[in-house]
């Protein structure tokens, strides 16, 4: 039998905790900058407004096909490539008083010109009300997530661990939003969706952990409880390799031939599993050693049986 | 320690990856090209609409491969692309304007399969192209409809009940009643409350002036909305029936908004202008002058104008509109005192009005209901716009009883005809308007690339992990391999069983994810035993250990994806929802095949013998 990792005693990866945390902090305190300052390239689906999608028959002029977008109702227009050098993605913004249709008709005309031949692969109008409505639910959604999540596990292991792993999924959140935003990458449905996913896997990766670290209490009887949360991690350590070795293998596959309309959704999950997978090590083990677990704390407890106090009926 | 899997347990494994398999099954066999007949204004598709298609199609050497009447529709399988135009040409010039004939792509599941309930997975818009509209109702327009009406109501009631008011008008409180003393204001209160709970009423007097204040109450106002809401997607229905989509989906999506899917359709103008068209009713008094003879040889009076009824047969009516379709607010069919069918109709104020100086003049003469639609028969004007066919046609006609006001009945007619009459009246108009606030279209080239994409990811993602888990758990990885194999299959049979669900692109994505993630289970469980072994346990003992301490593990891992892909299913829409019910089926079927799957067949292979040395 080989191992990926063949780790031969314990690995104090928390000797290094320290400096990585540090460096995680200046990754959330720069996403959060980014996020001020550069806010979120808002795709369709939350700020509304129309996007045609164009198949061209040989490799499109997009700055003739720019020229030709100059009339008032196209006014503000966004042409780009789109996956290949014939396929063109235009963007229109919400226009007072102009319909969604006459903005397309238009496109279409233009695009016309240049190609009689050209295709119109997709269209897609949302009104800028629905964008309002769905940003507002994304962003609840996530919340709600968090707060679940927060519960559970609190239910399930301990407050201190519970808090360790929400605080570990609102950094993977954060920087994978940071990332969105410091490359200005298109943020859309499919984008949120990898953003969740993103939770529910970085928090698979904290729970196994934090279950061997609950077990390793309850079974080794000497040891501090960084001594424990180390052997917890060493433990585990082949496993997390693996999983996210055949995650990141088929993520990789899905942004390479899935096609561009789950580029985003792709990007946001690649992001997440390599922010999760050290944030579940370095910052949900670390906060909860940081928030005093001991072994006390991992106790199961004991169930008082009603009527136990009292003398049995039956001598 | 001896690993054994009772045989119930065996059993049960292998029943219910025996079914997930099965119900997958039916996603192999493709699509067969089939024509769809669908019935529209009154007309029903029945067995001998099917027998006269058969036979036209025969007459034509046309051949049937199948012909299924179901829900009213019928689908007719043909051989090949060719056969199925040719055969929407003939059974359309055979069934006439009645029908609406459609080309169809039906799943070509064998009947036996069908008949078990087996289906294939249904995909997306984004997957095989076509519209996709999510319109809002302005509810708005709705409530106010409903308070106008209410304020010609109190007017009437109060001046019947001879309670004197000095004025009512709309207000930005709601509706307001002026009383010049309090004693009035009091009578009024006391008969408005007694008269049920639609509406909430607040005394406001103050100095000398008497005000009472009457607004829709919540639970009425719901029922309003609610109303508005259903009715506008009964006529969306009736109108997308127009356009001859097959398969076209209407759908609520919340309070105020509907959802209308039109797959395979590539001309939105089209379809706009066809969901934006309206059908009205009209009120007209039939000419008694004109007798059969008359009516047969189309010589009426100059007034007049023969109409085809519904029923059957022709009737004249005078040219001059009584009254409009547009001052109906609800129709309702309903039972008079002898439980004789009839349908009740409410009318605006202004409509009341004018009805009953219309039916004064009128009792004792029959008055004809005259239903108008604007229907797309494929011509287009000049420019190129598409030109609506406008369809009349004489629904009921009834003698006038007595003198009418807001709310009268239509009688003498059977229960089905009260039905559609009154589903046809409200029908005729949204109660409130429409707007279209999001729309897609997905062209058919990009809904199967997606496809490919995605299939494409999947493969190549999947065969990575199956050589890697063979590669580094040999035995046992094989065991995984199998387990993963099972697990993809019973996604897609799960998807196909329940009825709801949609397979989307990011649908697709959620599939390939779990990939990824459902060797998570095996991985956990392999190390583990991996780790029991070099503390030195037994060969058993280490594969007891291994499944037993990493359940709980695999358990609270999964739960908790299982809560974000519930929330997702929860806020998303469309494409997220998509991932969302992969995502949770993936999760579910894969707890299942990693932990139960592979251990039935570890004990089959390792368990209840002695075995020095695992392959893992």
Known sequence: MFQVLSIKGTVNFLRHAVPISILSLILVIGSLTSLATKGINWGLDFTGGTVVELEFSSTADLQALRAELSSEETEGVVVQHFGSSRDVITRLPVKEGVKSETQVEQVMAAATKLDPKVIQKRVEMVGPQIGQELAEQGGLAVLVALICILIYVSFRFEWRLALGSVAALAHDVIITLGVFSLFQLDFDLTVLAGVLTVVGYSLNDTIVVFDRIRENFLKMRKGGPEEIVNTSITQTMSRTIITTGTTLVVVIALFLKGGTMIHGFATALLMGIFVGTFSSIYVASFLAVKLGINREHMMPVEIEKEGADQDPLTP | ?616
């Open chain 2, 1 to 616: 320690m001896l690993n054994k899997y009772p045989m119930w347990k065996n059993l049960m494994v292998a029943c219910i990856i025996f079914v997930g398999f099965f119900y997958a099954i039916p996603n192999l066999f493709g699509e067969d090209y089939a024509v769809q007949v669908v019935a529209t204004r009154g007309a029903e598709v029945t067995v001998a609409t099917q027998s006269t298609v058969n036979d036209v199609l025969t007459s034509k050497n046309i051949a049937i491969k199948r012909s299924e009447l179901e829900n009213g529709q019928l689908l007719v399988r043909v051989m090949d692309g060719d056969q199925q135009l040719l055969a929407k040409e003939a059974i359309a010039t055979a069934l006439g304007d009645k029908y609406t004939v459609a080309l169809n792509l039906a799943p070509a599941t064998p009947e036996w399969l069908e008949s078990m309930g087996g289906t294939p997975m249904k995909l997306g818009l984004d997957l095989r192209g076509g519209v996709h509209f999510l319109m809002e109702v302005k509810m708005g327009e709705a409530v106010r409809k409903m308070t106008e009406s209410k304020m010609a109501d109190f007017r009437t009631d109060l001046r019947g009940e001879r309670i004197r008011y000095a004025g009512i008008r709309d207000s930005a409180r709601g509706i307001e009643i002026k009383f010049r003393d309090a004693d009035n204001l009091a009578k009024a209160e006391r008969f408005l409350k007694s008269r049920g709970n639609d509406m909430v009423f607040t005394d406001i007097s103050s100095g000398g002036n008497y005000f009472l204040i009457a607004n829709l109450s919540e639970n009425y106002l719901k029922q309003v909305k609610e109303e508005a809401l259903q009715q506008n997607i009964t006529t969306i229905r009736n109108r997308v029936n127009e356009l001859g989509v097959a398969e076209p989906v209407v759908q609520r999506q919340g309070a105020e908004r509907i959802i209308v899917q039109l797959p395979g359709v590539q001309d939105t103008a089209r379809a706009k202008k066809i969901l934006g068209a309206t059908a009205s009713i009209e009120f007209r008094m039939v000419d008694e002058k004109a007798d059969a003879a008359a009516i047969a040889s189309g010589r009426v009076s100059p007034n007049s104008q023969i109409y085809d009824r519904r029923q059957g047969g022709k009737v004249a009516l005078y040219k001059e509109v009584m009254l409009s379709g547009t001052h109906i607010q609800g129709a309702q069919p309903s039972f008079d005192e002898y439980s004789r069918p009839q349908v009740s109709i409410n009318l605006d104020s202004k409509g009341g009005s004018i009805f009953s100086n219309v039916t004064k003049d009128n009792i004792g003469k029959p008055m004809a209901t005259l239903f108008i639609e604007y229907k797309d028969n494929g011509a287009k004007n000049p420019d190129g716009s598409i030109k609506l066919e406008k369809i009349e046609e004489v629904i009921s006609v009834a003698t006038i009883q007595a003198r009418l006001g807001r709310n009268f009945v239509i009688t003498g007619l059977d229960h089905t005809e009260a039905q559609n009459l009154a589903l046809l009246l409200r029908a005729g108009a949204l109660i409130a308007p429409v707007v279209i606030v999001e729309e897609r279209t997905i062209g058919p080239s990009l809904g199967a690339e997606n496809v490919q994409n995605g299939v494409q990811a999947m493969i190549w993602g999947m065969a990575v992990v199956l050589i890697f888990m063979l590669v580094y758990y040999r035995g046992f990885g094989l065991i995984a391999n199998l387990a993963l194999t099972a697990n993809l299959v019973m996604v897609v049979g799960v998807m196909s069983m329940i009825p709801g669900a949609v397979l989307t692109l990011p649908g697709i994505a959620g599939m390939v994810l779990t990939v990824g993630m459902a060797v998570d289970g095996n991985v956990l469980i392999y190390e583990r035993i991996r780790e029991e072994l070099r503390n030195g346990r037994s060969v058993q003992q280490a594969i007891h250990e291994g499944y037993a301490n990493a359940f709980s593990t695999i358990a609270d891992a999964n739960i908790t994806t299982f809560m974000t892909a519930l929330i997702l299913f929860s806020v998303g829409t469309g494409a997220v929802k998509g991932f969302a019910v992969t995502l949770m089926i993936g999760i579910a079927t894969s707890m299942f095949t990693a932990i139960v799957g592979t251990r039935s067949i570890v004990n089959a292979v390792w368990g209840g013998k002695r075995v020095k040395k695992l392959s893992i």
